[in-house]
């Protein structure tokens, strides 16, 4: 919904990290990869010094600071997002760990550690309304960045 309504483009960092192998394995217990980082940089480095890229990650703290405008930090309630990670089969154990994350607000001090603190904004997500919501101000927010290029 996003990249529509602000024509920008997306780059699933996940999606990049099994495409390209940009990973130093597998972590079985929580079933995911485990992300090098300093090749998920060099890998995007050329695709953000362009501009107008969404880069979607759960996890910012090693992203370099001059490649964002703005950090989005989206949260759900509690309950919404045991639903939704029980609906895509996370294991107990990786479940527990992302709940755990959302209650003690990782993903928000992660990013107010990393960026200064008026370019991280923190967005509820927990509705569709509050998603088309969000997409909304967010395209409100691009469009008074763009400038007429001369």
Known sequence: MLVEATGMRHVDVGKLVREQSLHTGRDEEFDCYLVDEDKVCDALEDIVSSGGVIVD??????FPERWFD?????????AVLYERLKTRRYS?????ENMECEIMNVCLEEALDSYKREI???LQSNTVEQMEENVEKVARWVAGWKT???
């Open 57 to 62: 990650h759960h996890s910012c703290d090693f």
């Open 70 to 78: 703005m950090v989005l930090v989206l949260q759900a309630d509690t």
């Open 92 to 96: 107990d154990k990786k479940l527990s």
């Open 120 to 122: 991280v904004q923190q």
């Open 148 to 150: 007429p290029v001369n």
